[in-house]
């Protein structure tokens, strides 16, 4: 299973970016969920979102919640994080991860998640 990330940057603060997560090797259909965490610099890896592919619902960190979209799109396998209003307490590192739902773990746990891409860096500039 391949899970590569890209569409991140540097933006200033008030601005947008679009994650993507394009995902190989398994069926998209396998997947119990694909999530966003994210990691900042000297801090542990955070949830920021999630949406389970049995029926689109969704689930965000209250950090984010109302300013960022966790969608996905089936037939090129790929889930999407559109980051609006960003602030420079958003700065990390971003991972996409896919969970087969086969752990014990809540939605918002890293434990969950069973495949994890290399990261996309977004910077938030004041």
């Known amino acids: 299973v391949q899970v590569v990330e890209s569409g991140g940057g540097l933006v200033q603060s008030g601005g947008s970016l679009r994650l993507s997560c394009a995902t190989s090797?398994?069926?998209?259909?396998?997947?119990?969920?694909m999530g966003w965490f994210r990691q900042a610099p000297g801090e542990g890896r955070e949830f920021v979102a999630t949406?389970?592919?049995?029926?689109?619902?969704?689930h965000y960190a209250d950090s984010v919640r109302d300013r960022f979209t966790i969608s996905k799109d089936s037939a090129k396998k790929e889930v999407y994080l559109q980051m609006n209003s960003l602030k420079p307490e958003d700065t990390a590192v971003y991972y996409c991860?896919?969970?087969?739902?086969?752990?014990?773990?809540?939605?918002?746990?890293?434990?969950?998640?069973?495949?994890w891409g290399q990261g996309t860096q977004v910077t938030v500039s004041t």
């Open positions: 991860a896919l969970s087969l739902g086969l752990r014990i773990a809540t939605i918002r746990d890293e434990s969950l998640y069973d495949y």
């Open positions: 090797g398994r069926a998209f259909s396998s997947y119990y969920a």
């Open positions: 949406i389970m592919l049995s029926d689109g619902n969704t």
